[in-house]
C-alpha cells in the first residue's frame, strides 16, 4: 500500500503527508501534539457549571439557570470544534482515528443537555492518554470516569447488605457490570453467566461520584464479602480487588479476541480476513494489551494493505476528509461562528445520521456500510457536497484538479468523466465529494 | 483561495429542491396484511391530567388551582384539552380514543432518557436503560409474516429508537433538501452504477426527496409522508413529537405540542383517506406523566401515571379506556403522582395482537418480553 493508501484507510485522506507504517507508529508513540495544539474541555471545566445549574434549579433562579446553559452549550461547542479541528490539522491523523474507535468502544452519551461536553471530557481524560499504551489502563481510567459511571448508571447501585442498601430501598443495578463483559471486554458471546454479571456488579458497588468530588469509592455502599467472577475470587476492601478485576478480565482471552475483531472491521472490512482478526489478537495476547503494539500489526498486515476500498467513510470522517480536501484549516473551525459551525457541520453530522457524540446506545455506531449508505444518510451527503463548498471557499476550486487533490488516481473512469462533464464548478466539486470512491476507505 | 467559511456566516443549504415526481415502487410479494400502525412517541412526557382533564373528581381542581387548561367534555367525567379540540368530530365518529391512568414499568428516577429507552425497548424494569438493543416495534417486524424491508418506516430527524434492530426498516426525514438538477443528478446516476450500494440508496433517495409531501411546517410534512408510505406498501409507522416538558408556564406552553399532535393526526387521516384509514390505528404514548399538582412556576414536573392518544378508524373511539384510580393523595403513586392502573404495553400488545394477528405467547415473550398480558379490553374494533 502506499502513501495515500495509508492516509485514506487509517487517517482521514487527502491531501496528506507522505507517510509509512514505521513514521505512523513513531508520531503515536511520540507526545500527543493534537491534544494541546488544540484543547477540548475538562471535566474541572463542566463540573461548576453542573453545580450552577443544580442549585439554580433547587432555588427557582432562572436567570442562572440560563446562565448555566448557555455555559454548558459553549463547553460543548468549544469541545466539538476541538474534536474537528485535531482531526483536520494533526499530522498525527491516526491517533485521531484511533481515538474514534476506542471512544465508540467505550461508548457514552449526554442524559441531559447540561452535560452534552461530557462524552468528549471522558474521551480526552480516559481514552486519549492511552491509544498507545496498555488496553488495561484505558479500562481502569474509563471505569473509574464519572462520565461511564453516570452513563451507566453505577451512582444508582448500592450494595444490598452495605451499610447503606440496609437503610434504603435502592439495591444493586447490574448496567455497568453488564456492558464490560459483553461490550469492553469480553463480548457478548463469550462465556460469561448471569452469576459472573450479578457477581460483578456486587464488585463494583462502591463506585460512585459525588458532587464536589467526582469519582469516589465510597465504602458504605460497597457490599462485603467476598465476588466470584468468571471462577476468580475477589476480597478486600477499597478499590483494590476491583482494579484486579478490570485487570484480569482485560487480559482475558476472549477480550483479545473481542477488540481484535472490532479493530479489523472499523479499519478494513466489515468482514474482515480471519487471517488479520487473528495477528491482531496475537499481538494483543503475545503483548498484554499493548495498543501501540496492535496498532503496528494492523498497519503492516498483508491483508489490511489490500487497496480495494470496501469500507463505508462514517459521517465524521466523510465530513473532516470533504473539508481537509477543501483546504480548510483547523483555525478557521475554531474561530468559527457558532450559528455557521452548527448549519454546516453539526447539522449535517446528524442528517447523515451521526450527532456528534450522541451514539445511540452503549454499543456506539453501527459499522457495516449497508447502515451508513442508506437513502437519508446518502441524500444528507450528496446535499451537503453540492451546496456547502460554496460556501466554504470561494472560488471553487476547477474540480478536475479537486478531483486529484482528494482522489489522486483513485477515481473510477465515470468519476472521471463525470467531473469533466459537469455544468459548473459546484456539479463538479459536488460529484467528486458525493462519489463512492469518495467515501470509501 | 478567498475564504468565507464560518467567519461570516452562512445561510440555510440550498432549498429549491428540483420536482422528481415519481416515486420508487418496490414490488412486494406479499405484505402483511392491510393494516396500519402508527406509533408516535411523545418526547418530553405529557401532562395527561391537562390533556384528558378527570373535571369529574373532586381532587383535580384542588390540585390544579392554576394549571387547568380551557377544556370541552367528553363523557361528564372527562374533558378534553381545547388544543386539540380539532379532533372532536374524531371523537364524536367514535375514532378517537384515550387511555388514561398507564405507564411504563418505569418508576421513580423519572428521568426522560431511561423513560423513553424503556417506552421504546418495551421491556420490564428487570433490564436497564440500553440493555435492549431493539425497540419492541422492530421485533415485531421480526415476527411479523409477510414483513419486508418497505413495511416500516421510521420518519423525521430523531432517532427512534422502537423501530431500531436487526429487522430492515426504511428511514427518511421529509425535510431532508436535495437540491439536484436534472443534469447533475444523471451525472450522480452515472457515478453510482456501477456501486450496487450506492445505486440503490441514491435511487430511493431522488424518489423520495422528490416526493410533494406537502407544505407545511415539519410535523405536517412527517405525517403527509408518512400517509404517503402507508397508502403504499408500508403498515408501519413511528415518528416523535418533542415539547411536551412543560415544568413552567404550562397553560401555554402546552399549546404548541398539542396543536403539533392535532395537526399530525388529522393530516395522517386525510392524507391517508377513508378507505385507509379505516384500517389505520395511531397510538401516541410518552415516557411517563407528571406530578398531580401544579409546581410553584405554573408548570408540572416530572411523575408516573400518564395518558394515551389512540386514533384511526380502526380504533374503538368515543371512550376513555383504563381504570380511573382517583387523585386523592392515598389514591397517589408515591402520594404526588397518577397512580398507574395499567402498563402502556399492555394496551399496545393488544392492538398488535387485533391489528397482525400476533399470537399472545409471541406478544409476552419476544415483542414485551417478560410482559404479563392482563385481559385489557382492545382498542381495535
Same mark, same amino acid.
Given at each position: 500500500?502506499?502513501?495515500?493508501?495509508?492516509?485514506?484507510?487509517?487517517?482521514?485522506?487527502?491531501?496528506?503527508?507522505?507517510?509509512?507504517?514505521?513514521?505512523?507508529?513513531?508520531?503515536?508513540?511520540?507526545?500527543?501534539?493534537?491534544?494541546?495544539?488544540?484543547?477540548?474541555?475538562?471535566?474541572?471545566?463542566?463540573?461548576?457549571?453542573?453545580?450552577?445549574?443544580?442549585?439554580?434549579?433547587?432555588?427557582?433562579?432562572?436567570?442562572?439557570?440560563?446562565?448555566?446553559?448557555?455555559?454548558?452549550?459553549?463547553?460543548?461547542?468549544?469541545?466539538?470544534?476541538?474534536?474537528?479541528?485535531?482531526?483536520?490539522?494533526?499530522?498525527?491523523?491516526?491517533?485521531?482515528?484511533?481515538?474514534?474507535?476506542? %471512544?465508540?468502544?467505550?461508548?457514552?452519551?449526554?442524559?441531559?443537555?447540561?452535560?452534552?461536553?461530557?462524552?468528549?471530557?471522558?474521551?480526552?481524560?480516559?481514552?486519549?492518554?492511552?491509544?498507545?499504551?496498555?488496553?488495561?489502563?484505558?479500562?481502569?481510567?474509563?471505569?473509574?470516569?464519572?462520565?461511564?459511571?453516570?452513563?451507566?448508571?453505577?451512582?444508582?447501585?448500592?450494595?444490598?447488605?452495605?451499610?447503606?442498601?440496609?437503610?434504603?430501598?435502592?439495591?444493586?443495578?447490574?448496567?455497568?457490570?453488564?456492558?464490560?463483559?459483553?461490550?469492553?471486554?469480553?463480548?457478548?458471546?463469550?462465556?460469561?453467566?448471569?452469576?459472573?454479571?450479578?457477581?460483578?456488579?456486587?464488585?463494583?458497588?462502591?463506585?460512585?461520584?459525588?458532587?464536589?468530588?467526582?469519582?469516589?469509592?465510597?465504602?458504605?455502599?460497597?457490599?462485603?464479602?467476598?465476588?466470584?467472577?468468571?471462577?476468580?475470587?475477589?476480597?478486600?476492601?477499597?478499590?483494590?480487588?476491583?482494579?484486579?478485576?478490570?485487570?484480569?478480565?482485560?487480559?482475558?482471552?476472549?477480550?483479545?479476541?473481542?477488540? %481484535?475483531?472490532?479493530?479489523?472491521?472499523?479499519?478494513?472490512?466489515?468482514?474482515?480476513?480471519?487471517?488479520?482478526?487473528?495477528?491482531?489478537?496475537?499481538?494483543?495476547?503475545?503483548?498484554?494489551?499493548?495498543?501501540?503494539?496492535?496498532?503496528?500489526?494492523?498497519?503492516?498486515?498483508?491483508?489490511?494493505?489490500?487497496?480495494?476500498?470496501?469500507? %463505508?467513510?462514517?459521517?465524521?470522517?466523510?465530513?473532516?476528509?470533504?473539508?481537509?480536501?477543501?483546504?480548510?484549516?483547523?483555525?478557521?473551525?475554531?474561530?468559527?461562528?457558532?450559528?455557521?459551525?452548527?448549519?454546516?457541520?453539526?447539522?449535517?453530522?446528524?442528517?447523515?445520521?451521526?450527532?456528534?457524540?450522541?451514539?445511540?446506545?452503549?454499543?456506539?455506531?453501527?459499522?457495516?456500510?449497508?447502515?451508513?449508505?442508506?437513502?437519508?444518510?446518502?441524500? %444528507?451527503?450528496?446535499?451537503?457536497?453540492?451546496?456547502?463548498?460554496?460556501?466554504?471557499?470561494?472560488?471553487?476550486?476547477?474540480?478536475?484538479?479537486?478531483?486529484?487533490?482528494?482522489?489522486?488516481?483513485?477515481?473510477?473512469?465515470?468519476?472521471?468523466?463525470?467531473?469533466?462533464?459537469?455544468?459548473?464548478?459546484?456539479?463538479?466539486?459536488?460529484?467528486?465529494?458525493?462519489?463512492?470512491?469518495?467515501?470509501?476507505? | 483561495?478567498?475564504?468565507?467559511?464560518?467567519?461570516?456566516?452562512?445561510?440555510?443549504?440550498?432549498?429549491?429542491?428540483?420536482?422528481?415526481?415519481?416515486?420508487?415502487?418496490? @414490488?412486494?410479494?406479499?405484505?402483511?396484511?392491510?393494516?396500519?400502525?402508527?406509533?408516535?412517541?411523545?418526547?418530553?412526557?405529557? /401532562?395527561?391530567?391537562?390533556?384528558?382533564?378527570?373535571?369529574?373528581? @373532586?381532587?383535580?381542581?384542588?390540585?390544579?388551582?392554576?394549571? $387547568?387548561?380551557? @377544556?370541552?367534555?367528553?363523557?361528564?367525567?372527562?374533558?378534553?384539552?381545547?388544543?386539540?379540540?380539532?379532533?372532536?368530530?374524531?371523537?364524536?365518529?367514535?375514532?378517537?380514543?384515550?387511555?388514561?391512568?398507564?405507564?411504563?414499568?418505569? $418508576?421513580?428516577?423519572?428521568?426522560?432518557?431511561?423513560?423513553?429507552?424503556?417506552?421504546? @425497548?418495551?421491556?420490564?424494569?428487570?433490564?436497564?436503560?440500553?440493555?435492549?438493543?431493539?425497540?419492541?416495534?422492530?421485533?415485531?417486524?421480526?415476527?411479523?409474516?409477510?414483513?419486508?424491508?418497505?413495511?416500516?418506516?421510521?420518519?423525521?430527524?430523531?432517532?427512534?429508537?422502537?423501530?431500531?434492530?436487526?429487522?430492515?426498516?426504511?428511514?427518511?426525514?421529509?425535510?431532508? /433538501?436535495?437540491?439536484?438538477?436534472?443534469?447533475?443528478?444523471?451525472?450522480?446516476?452515472?457515478?453510482?452504477?456501477?456501486?450496487?450500494?450506492?445505486?440503490?440508496?441514491?435511487?430511493?433517495?431522488?424518489?423520495?426527496?422528490?416526493?410533494?409531501?406537502?407544505?407545511?411546517?415539519?410535523?405536517?410534512?412527517?405525517?403527509?409522508?408518512?400517509?404517503? $408510505?402507508?397508502?403504499?406498501?408500508?403498515?408501519?409507522?413511528?415518528?416523535?413529537? *418533542?415539547?411536551? /416538558?412543560?415544568?413552567?408556564?404550562?397553560?401555554?406552553?402546552?399549546?404548541?405540542?398539542?396543536?403539533?399532535?392535532?395537526?399530525?393526526?388529522? $393530516?395522517?387521516?386525510?392524507?391517508?383517506?377513508?378507505?385507509?384509514?379505516?384500517? *389505520?390505528?395511531?397510538?401516541?404514548?410518552?415516557?411517563?406523566?407528571?406530578?398531580?399538582?401544579?409546581?410553584?412556576?405554573?408548570?408540572?414536573?416530572?411523575?408516573?401515571?400518564?395518558?394515551?392518544?389512540?386514533?384511526?378508524?380502526?380504533?374503538?373511539?368515543?371512550?376513555?379506556?383504563?381504570?380511573?384510580?382517583?387523585?386523592?393523595?392515598?389514591?397517589?403513586?408515591?402520594?404526588?403522582?397518577?397512580?398507574? *392502573?395499567?402498563?402502556?404495553?399492555?394496551?399496545?400488545?393488544?392492538?398488535?395482537?387485533?391489528?397482525?394477528?400476533?399470537?399472545?405467547?409471541?406478544?409476552?415473550?419476544?415483542?414485551?418480553?417478560?410482559?404479563?398480558?392482563?385481559?385489557?379490553?382492545?382498542?381495535?374494533?
Amino acid at each position: 500500500m502506499d502513501s495515500d493508501g495509508y492516509a485514506i484507510r487509517f487517517g482521514f485522506g487527502l491531501p496528506a503527508r507522505a507517510t509509512d507504517p514505521a513514521a505512523m507508529i513513531a508520531a503515536l508513540a511520540g507526545p500527543d501534539r493534537a491534544a494541546t495544539d488544540w484543547p477540548g474541555v475538562t471535566l474541572a471545566n463542566l463540573a461548576p457549571v453542573i453545580r450552577a445549574n443544580r442549585a439554580a434549579r433547587k432555588a427557582k433562579d432562572e436567570v442562572a439557570q440560563r446562565s448555566a446553559r448557555r455555559d454548558a452549550d459553549a463547553l460543548a461547542l468549544r469541545g466539538a470544534k476541538a474534536t474537528f479541528a485535531r482531526a483536520l490539522g494533526s499530522d498525527d491523523p491516526f491517533r485521531e482515528r484511533l481515538v474514534a474507535f476506542w %471512544a465508540d468502544h467505550f461508548t457514552v452519551a449526554p442524559t441531559a443537555r447540561i452535560e452534552m461536553a461530557l462524552p468528549g471530557i471522558l474521551i480526552d481524560e480516559a481514552i486519549r492518554p492511552h491509544v498507545a499504551g496498555r488496553f488495561a489502563d484505558m479500562l481502569r481510567a474509563v471505569t473509574t470516569h464519572p462520565a461511564m459511571i453516570v452513563y451507566l448508571n453505577q451512582e444508582a447501585s448500592v450494595g444490598p447488605t452495605s451499610p447503606r442498601g440496609k437503610r434504603q430501598k435502592t439495591g444493586l443495578n447490574e448496567n455497568l457490570a453488564r456492558e464490560l463483559l459483553e461490550l469492553h471486554t469480553m463480548g457478548v458471546g463469550a462465556a460469561y453467566t448471569q452469576g459472573d454479571v450479578r457477581e460483578l456488579a456486587e464488585l463494583l458497588t462502591g463506585l460512585t461520584i459525588a458532587p464536589e468530588q467526582g469519582f469516589i469509592f465510597d465504602p458504605r455502599r460497597a457490599e462485603p464479602g467476598p465476588e466470584t467472577v468468571l471462577g476468580v475470587t475477589y476480597d478486600g476492601a477499597g478499590m483494590q480487588p476491583i482494579l484486579q478485576a478490570l485487570d484480569d478480565l482485560a487480559a482475558r482471552p476472549e477480550t483479545a479476541a473481542h477488540l %481484535a475483531r472490532k479493530l479489523a472491521v472499523h479499519f478494513v472490512a466489515d468482514a474482515p480476513d480471519p487471517a488479520l482478526v487473528a495477528a491482531l489478537e496475537a499481538s494483543l495476547a503475545r503483548t498484554g494489551g499493548n495498543l501501540l503494539a496492535v496498532s503496528e500489526a494492523l498497519l503492516t498486515h498483508p491483508a489490511a494493505l489490500d487497496t480495494k476500498t470496501v469500507k %463505508a467513510r462514517q459521517p465524521f470522517d466523510f465530513l473532516v476528509a470533504a473539508l481537509r480536501a477543501l483546504g480548510v484549516q483547523p483555525g478557521e473551525i475554531v474561530e468559527a461562528a457558532p450559528k455557521a459551525f452548527n448549519r454546516l457541520v453539526l447539522g449535517p453530522l446528524e442528517a447523515m445520521g451521526q450527532p456528534f457524540h450522541r451514539a445511540p446506545g452503549p454499543d456506539g455506531w453501527p459499522e457495516a456500510e449497508a447502515d451508513w449508505i442508506t437513502p437519508q444518510g446518502l441524500a %444528507a451527503r450528496i446535499e451537503w457536497a453540492l451546496q456547502a463548498p460554496a460556501r466554504i471557499v470561494r472560488p471553487l476550486p476547477d474540480p478536475r484538479e479537486f478531483l486529484t487533490t482528494a482522489l489522486r488516481g483513485r477515481a473510477g473512469d465515470r468519476l472521471v468523466w463525470a467531473v469533466s462533464a459537469a455544468e459548473s464548478a459546484r456539479d463538479g466539486v459536488g460529484l467528486v465529494l458525493a462519489s463512492p470512491e469518495f467515501n470509501r476507505r | 483561495m478567498d475564504r468565507r467559511f464560518f467567519l461570516k456566516g452562512a445561510g440555510v443549504l440550498g432549498c429549491s429542491a428540483a420536482a422528481h415526481p415519481w416515486l420508487t415502487t418496490l @414490488a412486494l410479494a406479499e405484505a402483511p396484511g392491510d393494516n396500519r400502525l402508527v406509533v408516535i412517541i411523545l418526547r418530553g412526557a405529557m /401532562d395527561g391530567l391537562d390533556v384528558v382533564q378527570p373535571r369529574g373528581d @373532586a381532587g383535580f381542581q384542588a390540585a390544579r388551582p392554576g394549571v $387547568r387548561s380551557p @377544556a370541552a367534555d367528553l363523557d361528564g367525567f372527562f374533558a378534553l384539552n381545547d388544543g386539540l379540540s380539532g379532533l372532536m368530530p374524531l371523537w364524536a365518529a367514535s375514532e378517537l380514543a384515550f387511555v388514561h391512568a398507564t405507564s411504563t414499568p418505569y $418508576r421513580d428516577k423519572r428521568s426522560h432518557f431511561d423513560g423513553q429507552d424503556l417506552l421504546e @425497548a418495551g421491556t420490564g424494569t428487570d433490564l436497564f436503560s440500553g440493555a435492549q438493543r431493539d425497540g419492541w416495534l422492530n421485533r415485531l417486524l421480526q415476527v411479523l409474516p409477510g414483513a419486508g424491508s418497505e413495511t416500516a418506516w421510521a420518519v423525521g430527524r430523531e432517532a427512534m429508537p422502537v423501530l431500531t434492530g436487526t429487522a430492515p426498516a426504511q428511514s427518511w426525514a421529509p425535510d431532508q /433538501d436535495l437540491a439536484v438538477t436534472a443534469p447533475a443528478r444523471a451525472l450522480l446516476e452515472h457515478v453510482y452504477a456501477d456501486d450496487a450500494l450506492f445505486h440503490a440508496a441514491s435511487h430511493t433517495a431522488f424518489g423520495l426527496a422528490g416526493m410533494e409531501a406537502g407544505k407545511g411546517q415539519d410535523v405536517e410534512l412527517i405525517a403527509g409522508f408518512v400517509a404517503e $408510505r402507508l397508502r403504499e406498501s408500508a403498515r408501519i409507522a413511528a415518528f416523535s413529537l *418533542t415539547g411536551w /416538558d412543560t415544568h413552567k408556564g404550562q397553560m401555554r406552553g402546552i399549546r404548541q405540542p398539542l396543536g403539533q399532535l392535532q395537526s399530525a393526526i388529522l $393530516r395522517l387521516r386525510d392524507g391517508l383517506g377513508p378507505q385507509v384509514w379505516g384500517k *389505520t390505528a395511531v397510538l401516541a404514548m410518552t415516557e411517563f406523566g407528571r406530578t398531580v399538582h401544579e409546581n410553584g412556576s405554573g408548570g408540572t414536573d416530572h411523575g408516573t401515571g400518564g395518558a394515551m392518544l389512540v386514533a384511526g378508524g380502526a380504533v374503538r373511539g368515543g371512550m376513555v379506556h383504563g381504570r380511573w384510580p382517583g387523585l386523592a393523595e392515598a389514591e397517589r403513586y408515591d402520594r404526588r403522582d397518577l397512580m398507574p *392502573t395499567s402498563d402502556v404495553r399492555d394496551w399496545a400488545a393488544g392492538a398488535l395482537m387485533a391489528l397482525y394477528g400476533i399470537d399472545r405467547q409471541v406478544l409476552e415473550s419476544t415483542v414485551f418480553p417478560g410482559l404479563r398480558m392482563e385481559a385489557a379490553p382492545s382498542l381495535i374494533l
